[in-house]
Every structure is written in structure tokens, then in C-alpha cells.
């Protein structure tokens, strides 16, 4: 869910296209920062669906009732979600919902692709078995690897060195990896075509058998140590660092690696170790992967029409990948425009996938529109998994139960391209401790490659692998120490200035403890052993587990931007680049502008990349940061998750809001009031019922002040762009001639007098989706530049994280000794959410995360190799995912760490209300049955097996 | 292959739609999306499991709506007979109970899975009108609806609160206690 790497603007990884586009005269502004970001190509983003106040869904299909408000509660709240009407009524806004024909310019007649993938890694591919299909079934058009590299398109993705289909007469890189497109020119005739070749033994031809040459080696670059003993040495101090390498930094960590074992051998500690596995599981989002394509080789313009996750990601891919996909082969690409969908679920799953690749590819050969829709067969078989795991962690612990050091080596175990595998063992890697207070850690965390369906980005990133393993041990000591589990967690939790394993020391009360004490009292933890007691000779086992989890939200350097307007009639849009999976973002963000402007804004544009391209002449990246340059940011964007929300982005939406508030507002309103600026400071007023109040002075409405600075050309635009490394980066802006200090890196502001006509959120999200329109307007946004820059702290960038969302879960299960059946009858969460920005929003995250925790736990499992997903036999039918009777919907309850003061920040919860649901099922289940299983999911079999029944 | 087109018109959203010409197995939903553009009913895995394609399907029009998986039911099953969608719920331009307590229970994340659960709680609804259900056996009867579809973002339990919510506030939805 959480993208490690952010995207640079002009850093984007590796592309071989040279920029042969010329930026003459007919090339906008927009499409010019484009040629420099993507290297060549053209990348030109269509509006993603816009929602409005008024309810108007995007294809005008139902209004809102008359007396109905809409979506908007009172100022910092909502009704529902801005984007539910469109979702209960059925209106287009997935990518599976559309064809050629919904596409203005678009040849209305559409192919359909079948793409074929090898179920074997073992065995050469020889070709394609049409002979399968009658004459009147037969594809217009089939291409394999053979026609890749006779039209000299690379078949890459990213810096993986293997191609993306099976060479014929070569083998598999991996399950599920293509093998060859089929085209067919009518919709039936696909389907029926699918119906003949989907499980058909015979479709793809293969050679004999061949020994796998491949070995299950890290990937390149995936490996990461870290060494910490107490202050002397950690990463934070004395930078990244590997023990078995040379180098003065590596040879000091080799050498407190040394220390690390002796302390973890001395008298008086005791060494607890184990080894725990996880699963392979999918996201199974609902929407399987479907897009369109269309390359129009007069124009040399690739269209492609795809549900994302992430704007920035998929303009980043379209630009390099598809360069480096097109570079120097049989089909010129100048242009790519992409046309965002909504996705139907995304859970990281859609984070740099593959699919786009191989829909352009798809798009290039089919000669006219191309579909692809995957069914949940193709999903399974090609889409990105959650990493299979192994832990080997060992804990050091003194005889009061005191933790001294912790050894952890985790394995995450991703498929046969390399994707985001690396940078989730990273994650994994950084949430080697979890909660707790280790003076001394040596923890090795690394990415496999294997020849299963690709790993990657999925809710949790490396968290739900390191916390199984290290919930459980815990548990495990404190089975073997006769401690109340819970106590041995409050004993060791971490506090404030306490290290990670990197050596970050926490900042502010992280309210672990808190956590624990509260579970402690609660009566389904007290009473465990007697209820317990109640059921002994029943043929049920109960149980009640606990479990913490410290979940780190954003990347460690995080780039983030958002715009807020103003109309003259008091209406506020804002514009984000971040995406909304379903997580609540746009809602959210709607009503972040309240604490400044003092309404919610009833319009969002959500997924924008070109407007702030265009507004905030940012560069990133380089060897070295470049703060006093105003025009450098450490950090242009990162993937949009559902972890980014509370925090990041909702501080650009309040910091834009503020602005506008100070720059805008509030001299309309010292001019209606008839004050001067020294008469009266803006912090003296207050938001109430859309009026700003102000001692001794008539209260002022939203729209009243609005007009006025319209009418005396105040600022009513603001775009901003922040980096958190560590802590905001702030700076001084002047503006009017005033200095304001803002925890921002990047500010430009529109004053009303640049184009008083125009608005720009509401000319933006046209319906429908129309590729002829492609221009943008003009420019009215000043750029201020920044000075007296504050830099991040030191050594921040050796944080690894610093964030974090800490919960804990309390699970009661019953165990069915016959069958070995395991119900979650109970389960309590605590967490510190910090400000809760929409209660509605963030319990539906949570329960959401039980469901995918159950499911992690009891029921969800692939094999990561033969017999798993890449076999193209798996769906719903034996991959089970958890159903309303597998909640505990009476007795789910979330209990909400109070704000620890007004000003508190909102926190990105959506991964770490799942985290610590898994080891609380599994050690609830240990609770109850008295034997520990180390391996996940807990399956009735395991069950059996382990209780002899 | 001619002799497996066949001609279909159904009564869709209260309309009967023009004959199409389409090949005898053509399921449902194919039928619905490519045919008659609607694409409300969505499709999640093919095989009946998911139920993100449920809609209502009435085989004469006095018959009471029974929830039919369009991904799994060829279109000629259920030709000249009538069939409701998501599309199909909103009453010149009102949105029915059950849309709106949906929206204000917060119960959808992504949505995909919202036409689905909407059309089996439209069928339930439609069903507690002939047969009140005991208070007391309300989440018996939503779950007994909705406990099969899957929805991956929430854990359901909004769903409930919404679908228990419009079934109590509905009037003759739920017997009447006994004085």
C-alpha cells in the first residue's frame, strides 16, 4: 500500500528513449515538463471523474433529492462519501466499465485480448496451439516474444533483466508469465475462444523437461542490515551499512555485529528463538485489472485507459517504461495519454503493476482499440501477491523479563520479477522490532526471487511478515517465563526517546503502554481464564490473544502537494494528485479546508498531476539535497496509499487552505470590518456556521468575504507542495509584501484579479472522457520563492522511518477440537489515530482491516510456486477471502486513543488497524488450544494435526 | 454458428427492452454491459462466488424478485422475463431507502461490491413486505442475504447497521409485537 521510493521529477529511473519529441511551438507547457520528466515521451493525463457538492453524479445520471444537502455535513464533516453517489447508482467510473465506444475520438470498433501465460517453469515453451479453435474462433492476430524482438520492443519492466514474455523455445521466469496475445475482433468470439483455451492442457506447447536454471538468489539491491548497539552505533548515526562488505562504516558494523553476539550470549540472559512463515497472499481487489488500449500510429500516440492507484506512479511508468518499452522499435511513440479510472480496490495491488505494460504492448499490435479484462483466473495468475515470509528471530530477554537485544532474519519471499519486493523487505526490515525497546538489534532483511507470481506492494508492505513473527515470540516468552503476556509487552514497549532498530529515537509519546494498560482492564482479557475455565470438557477451546503493532506510515521522505480556490461565491475546491482506492481520501480531504476557510469544499479533483507540474516549477532528486535552492525539493510525490491521507495529505489541503486564509480572507475581512492589519491578529478570530467571528465585531459570512476579495483582487488560489523528512520542512514566503513562515517547501498563490472569471476546479473532470481535449490554461498562479529555508534534521534521511500508527488487538476465538474450525467471536482494537479527521471513515478502515486480518490469519493461501496462483486455476472458489460470518459483527469494538491535544495531526491508520490482527488470532488460538503454530494461515488441518484430532 | 443466435428482449428497469440479436449462451451480464451498456452489475469472479453480479430477476412480473447471479445465467433463461439493476433502483431521480442509508452508513469503500449488496437488499426488502420478520431475527435475515457476497475493503459491518436500519424504520417490515 505504501510505495517506498518516491518519484522525482526528473530522476526517473533509467530510460533509453532519446528526446527525439521536438518541444516547438505547438507543445505546451504541460507536455514540455513532460518530454523533461519522461525523457521523450509525451505524457498527457485526462481528467480524473470529478464530484461536485451538489450530488451530480459523472454521468448525470441521479441528482441528489431536492432536500437533501449532498454529501456535506457541518464544516469538517460529511454526510458520505463525496464519491458514494455515483457508487450506489451504478454510474460508470471503473475501468472495466468502459469501451472504445465511451471514448470521444476513439474508432468505436474494439479488440479483445486474450493473453496466455505458462503454468510450467520447468518445461520449454514451444508456441501456441490454435488448432485448439475452429476456423470462425480464431484470433486476427497472435503475438509471442518472437514478434517482441523482431520489432525490437524490449518486453521490459523496469530494471528486471528478464524479458516480460517466455521466450519461445525458452522457459519460464517465472508462473503466469506471458506467453503470447491473442487478438480477436468481436467480443463473443473472445469469450468463446476463452472458454476453449483457459484450462486447456494443450493451448501452450512445451518441450521437454528442462532442469531450472534459476536459483532462488536475492534480488540485486534487495538486501539491507542493520546493526544497532545502544548510541554507539545505528544507522541514524553513522549512516546505511553492510557487515559483510569492506569499507570503514560496514567493518564497524561487522565489528558491533561481534558485540551484538556476545552481548546476546552473557550471563544472565536467556535467548528465546523461532522460526515463523507467512503466506503468499493476493489483495483480490474486486475489480480484476481491465483497461483499454489505442495506438494511433498517424499521431504516434498511445492511449491507454486504466484504474490507478497512484497518478504519479502510472505518468512515471507511462513515461519511462513505455520509453523503454518503444524506444528504437517498429512502433513510434510520442505521446502517451493516460485516462485514470477509479479503482475498484486497490491494497497496494496496483502499485507498478505489470498490466500497463502489457496493455500498451497489447495496444501497439491490435491495430485498433484493444480491451483487456482480466477474469479472476488471469488476476490470480498475473496480479501482484502479498510476500510469502520467513523470520528466524531470536530475543534476548534477563530473568525479569526485560528485552535486551533482538536478532531478526527475514526472507521475503517475491516472485520472478523483481517489483517492489526489495523495498518491502526494507519495510519489513525497519519493523524488525515492532513495539519494543531493544538497546541492541542486528536485523538482515532481504527479497528473494523465486519463480512464483510477482510480490510486491500489498496493505502492510513487510509489516503484516515482521509483526506475525514477532508477536508471536513474544508470546512465546512469555508463555515460557509464566508472565502475563501483556505485561511482559508493558515492560518493554517503547517510549519517548527510546531507539528503533535503526536507531531513530521517538519523538512524542507513542502511547504503547497506554495501549497495553488499556487492553489489561479490559474484561475480555481479565476474564480469559475463566471463561476458559467455563468451557473445560466442551468439545470448544477458548482463547483470547493480544498483539501490538507499531505500523509506520509514509516513506521516510515524503512529497506531497495539494491546491485549494475559492469562488467569488464563497464555493472551495481542491485539487490533489492523491488517489482515492476507496480508503476516504477525497472525502477527507473535502473537509480539511474547514479549520482555515471554514467550510468543506464541494469539489475535489483528485489524481491531478499537470496542474501542479505547471504551478510549482519544482526539480528533484540529485546526489546531494539542495535546500537553498528554491526550486529543489527533496521529494516531488509519492504513490497514493491509503496510509497518506491523514497526515501528509490532509496538511497540504490545511496548509493551502491557510494560505489563502491569511494572504486572501482575512485583509477582505479587516476591509469589511473597516480594520487596519495592526488592529487585529488572525488568530483573534474564529470559524463558526460559515461566519468568521472576531471580538466586538459583526460576524462575517464565507461568501461575503469572498466576494470582497474577489472584488479587491486578493489571493484566492493557493498551491503548495511539503516534504516530511523527519519533520515538515518550513520556510519564510513573502507575499504582498508580507513574510510568512509555513511548514511548507513550495507555495505559488492566484489572485483573483488573473482571471476572475474562471474557477479552475470546475473546469476540470468534463464528462465524458474526450482525448481531443488536451490543452491547459494558461497559468495563473505566482510561484513565491522560498528562503531561510530549515533544513531536516540531520541524519534523517537515515531514519529508515518516523512515523508511526501504534494499535494493539485483543481476539477471542473458539476452537473447535473436532474440526479444528476457528471462530473470532471478540476483538478489540486500540489505537492512536491521533486527530480523527472522519470517524465514519476511519472505523470502516478498521473494519475492513479485521476482515483482511481474519482472512491473513484463518483462511487466505496460495502456494508460492507449482500448485499457486501462476497455474491460472485459482478463484474465489478455493481462495478464500472472509465473509460477513467470519467477523465478529456483534462484538467488534474500537477503541480510539483520545487526541492528546487539540492541535494533534491525523495519523494514517488504514494498514496498521490490519497489522497486529493476525498474531492476535494466532496467539488467542495458543490461548486456547495450548500448542503454538508458527505458520500461517492456521488452517482446521494444521489444527487437527497439532491436537491429534 | 447462426443457428445459436437467438433473439432476447427482457422487461429491464420496468422497460422492455428492443429484441437484440445474440448468441444463445451469452450470459446475463455480458448481455448487460455490451448490449445495453449498463454497467452497474459488475463482474468479480466469473463463477458465482463473489455475487458483485446479483441482480433481481422476477420471472413473470407478479412474481416476487428472487437475486440471480448475472455471470453465471445465460441470457436466455431469462428472455422475455424481468430483471432490475442497480441502474433500476433510483426512482425518478430519488434514491430508494436502502441507497441512501448505504451512503450514510459509510458502508462502501472502493464501491465495486455495492451493486451486489444493494440488489440482494433490495430483493430482502421486497421479500419482508409478504413476510414481516421477528426483531429480534433482523440480522438473521440480512445476513441470510448478504453473507455470502464478499466485500473486501470493510468487514460488513456497515452494511448490516444500513440494511437493519431501513428494515426497522420500513413500516410492516417487522411483525409487530405481541401486547
Known sequence: ?949 | MAEDIISISIILNGQKTEPRQVPKNMLLLDFLHDEMALTGTKFGCGIGVCRACTVAWQRVPTAEPVPILACSTPVDLVNGQTIRTVEGLADNNQLSKLQTAVLEAFAFQCGYCTPGFLMAGEILLDGLKHAPVERDKVDEAVLGAIGQHICRCTGYVRYLQAMRKVILETPGLVKKSEL
Open chain 1, 1 to 949: 500500500m505504501v510505495a517506498i521510493s518516491t518519484i522525482d521529477k526528473i530522476a526517473m529511473p533509467e530510460c533509453r528513449i532519446a528526446a527525439q519529441v521536438p518541444a516547438g511551438p505547438q507543445t505546451s507547457r504541460r507536455e514540455f515538463l513532460r518530454l523533461a520528466a519522461a525523457g521523450g515521451i509525451a505524457v498527457i493525463v485526462m481528467p480524473y471523474p470529478s464530484f461536485d457538492v451538489f450530488g451530480q453524479t459523472a454521468t448525470g445520471a441521479v441528482a441528489i433529492p431536492s432536500e437533501d444537502h449532498g454529501w456535506m455535513g457541518p464544516p469538517g464533516q460529511a454526510r458520505y462519501r463525496i464519491d458514494g453517489l455515483p457508487k450506489v447508482t451504478g454510474a460508470k467510473i471503473y475501468a472495466r466499465d468502459f469501451h472504445a465506444r465511451d471514448l470521444n475520438g476513439w474508432p468505436k470498433q474494439e479488440a479483445h485480448a486474450l493473453v496466455l501465460r505458462v503454468g510450467h517453469f520447468n518445461r520449454t515453451f514451444t508456441g501456441v496451439n490454435l488448432k485448439i479453435l475452429p476456423p470462425e474462433l480464431q484470433p486476427y492476430r497472435t503475438i509471442t516474444n518472437d514478434d517482441l524482438v523482431r520489432d525490437k520492443i524490449a518486453g521490459l519492466w523496469y530494471d528486471d533483466p528478464q524479458p516480460m514474455f517466455v521466450p519461445v523455445g525458452g522457459s519460464a521466469s517465472l508462473l503466469g508469465q506471458p506467453a503470447a496475445i491473442l487478438f480477436f475482433d468481436a467480443a463473443q468470439k473472445y469469450r468463446e475462444a476463452v472458454r476453449l483455451l483457459q484450462f486447456h492442457e494443450d493451448a501452450l506447447l512445451y518441450g521437454g523437461d528442462i532442469v531450472p536454471v534459476k536459483v532462488s538468489e536475492p534480488f540485486p539491491r534487495s538486501a539491507m542490515f542493520l546493526t544497532r548497539f545502544e548510541d554507539e552505533f545505528s544507522q541514524v548515526k553513522n549512516g546505511p551499512s553492510d557487515p559483510n562488505l569492506p569499507g570503514p562504516v560496514n567493518e564497524l558494523a561487522h565489528q558491533f555485529r561481534e558485540k551484538i553476539r556476545e552481548r546476546m550470549g552473557s550471563t544472565g540472559l536467556k535467548l528465546y528463538k523461532q522460526t515463523y512463515t507467512t503466506q503468499v497472499v493476493d489483495p483480490m481487489f474486486l475489480e480484476p485489472e481491465a483497461g483499454l488500449a489505442w495506438y494511433d500510429s498517424a499521431s504516434e500516440t498511445l492511449q491507454l485507459l486504466l484504474g490507478t492507484q497512484s497518478s504519479d506512479g502510472d505518468i512515471a511508468s507511462a513515461g519511462s517504461q513505455m520509453g523503454a518499452i518503444f524506444h528504437d522499435s517498429a512502433f513510434r511513440v510520442n505521446k502517451v495519454v493516460l485516462h485514470p479510472c477509479y479503482p475498484g480496490g486497490g491494497f497496494g495491488g496496483r502499485d507498478v503493476s505489470p498490466f500497463l505494460a502489457l496493455l500498451a504492448i497489447a495496444g501497439a499490435y491490435a491495430g485498433r482499440p484493444v480491451r483487456i479484462a482480466n477474469d479472476r483466473f488471469a488476476q490470480f495468475q498475473s496480479g501482484i501477491k502479498r510476500n510469502a515470509s520467513t523470520s528466524e528471530v531470536t530475543i534476548a530477554v534477563n530473568d525479569q523479563g526485560k528485552f535486551a537485544a533482538i536478532e531478526n532474519h527475514l526472507i521475503l519471499r517475491g516472485g520472478g520479477k523483481r517489483n517492489y519486493s526489495p523495498f518491502v523487505a526494507q519495510l519489513a526490515g525497519f519493523s524488525a522490532g515492532n513495539s519494543y525497546n531493544f538497546p541492541v538489534s542486528s536485523v538482515d532483511s532481504k527479497a528473494q526471487s523465486t519463480y512464483g507470481v510477482t510480490g510486491g506492494s500489498m496493505r502492510g508492505f513487510g509489516g503484516p511478515q515482521a509483526f506475525f513473527a514477532v508477536e508471536s515470540l513474544v508470546d512465546e516468552i512469555a508463555g515460557s517465563m509464566s508472565l502475563d503476556p501483556i505485561e511482559l509487552r508493558l515492560q518493554n514497549v517503547l517510549h519517548e526517546g527510546d531507539g528503533t532498530v535503526t536507531g531513530y529515537k521517538l519523538q512524542g509519546d507513542v502511547r504503547l503502554a497506554e495501549i497495553c494498560k488499556l487492553a489489561r482492564e479490559t474484561q475480555l482479557w481479565s476474564g480469559r481464564n475463566a471463561q476458559q475455565a467455563k468451557r473445560a470438557g466442551t468439545n470448544k477451546l477458548w482463547g483470547v490473544g493480544f498483539a501490538l503493532s507499531m505500523q509506520a506510515y509514509g516513506v521516510g521522505r515524503d512529497g506531497v502537494m495539494a491546491a485549494v480556490e475559492i469562488g467569488a461565491d464563497g464555493e472551495i475546491g481542491v485539487i490533489t494528485n492523491c488517489v482515492d482506492m476507496g480508503n476516504g481520501s477525497a472525502t477527507s480531504l473535502a473537509i480539511s479546508t474547514a479549520n482555515s476557510l471554514g467550510a468543506n469544499a464541494g469539489k475535489i479533483q483528485m489524481g491531478e498531476v499537470p496542474f501542479f507540474e505547471t504551478n510549482l516549477p519544482l526539480e528533484s532528486g540529485g546526489k546531494s539535497p539542495r535546500w537553498n535552492d528554491p526550486r529543489w525539493t527533496a521529494s516531488w510525490a509519492i504513490s497514493s496509499s491509503a496510509c497518506l491521507t491523514a497526515f501528509q495529505q490532509v496538511h497540504v489541503v490545511e496548509q493551502a487552505s491557510r494560505v489563502i486564509f491569511l494572504t486572501g480572507l482575512w485583509p477582505a475581512a479587516l476591509a469589511l470590518w473597516g480594520k487596519n492589519k495592526g488592529d487585529l491578529k488572525p488568530d483573534a478570530s474564529r470559524w463558526e456556521n460559515g461566519q468568521l467571528l472576531a471580538p466586538n465585531l459583526p460576524p462575517l459570512a464565507l461568501k461575503d468575504i469572498a466576494r470582497r476579495a474577489f472584488a479587491d483582487g486578493n489571493i484566492i488560489g493557493a498551491a503548495v507542495h511539503a516534504v516530511y523528512q523527519g519533520k515538515w520542512i518550513a520556510a519564510d514566503y513573502e507575499v504582498d509584501n508580507e513574510v510568512y513562515r509555513w511548514p511548507l517547501d513550495a507555495v505559488a498563490t492566484r489572485a483573483a484579479s488573473t482571471h476572475p472569471e474562471e474557477f479552475v476546479p470546475a473546469n476540470r473532470g468534463q464528462w465524458p472522457l474526450d482525448a481531443h481535449r488536451l490543452e491547459l490554461t494558461p497559468t495563473a498562479y505566482e510561484f513565491h520563492e522560498r528562503f531561510n529555508t530549515i533544513s531536516p534534521p540531520p541524519n534523517s534521511q537515515n531514519y529508515g522511518r518516523s512515523l508511526y500508527a501504534p494499535a494493539g488487538a485483543l481476539v477471542a476465538v473458539e476452537v473447535d477440537q473436532t474440526t479444528g474450525h476457528v471462530d473470532v467471536l471478540a476483538l478489540e482494537l486500540f489505537l492512536d489515530a491521533g486527530r480523527v479527521i472522519q470517524p465514519d471513515l476511519l472505523s470502516g478502515q478498521f473494519e475492513g482491516g479485521v476482515a483482511m486480518g481474519i482472512g491473513y490469519a484463518l483462511l487466505e493461501e496460495l502456494p508460492l510456486e507449482t500448485g499457486g496462483a501462476g497455474d491460472g486455476t485459482w478463484n474465489l472458489n478455493r481462495y478464500h477471502v472472509a465473509l460477513a460470518g467470519d467477523m465478529p459483527l456483534q462484538h467488534l469494538k474500537l477503541n480510539i486513543l483520545p487526541a492528546t491535544s487539540p492541535d494533534a495531526k491525523g495519523k494514517g491508520i488504514a494498514e496498521t488497524v490490519m497489522c497486529p490482527i493476525a498474531p492476535a488470532i494466532a496467539n488467542a488460538i495458543t490461548h486456547a488450544t495450548g500448542k503454538r503454530f508458527r505458520d500461517l494461515p492456521i488452517t482446521p488441518e494444521k489444527i487437527r494435526q497439532s491436537l491429534g484430532s
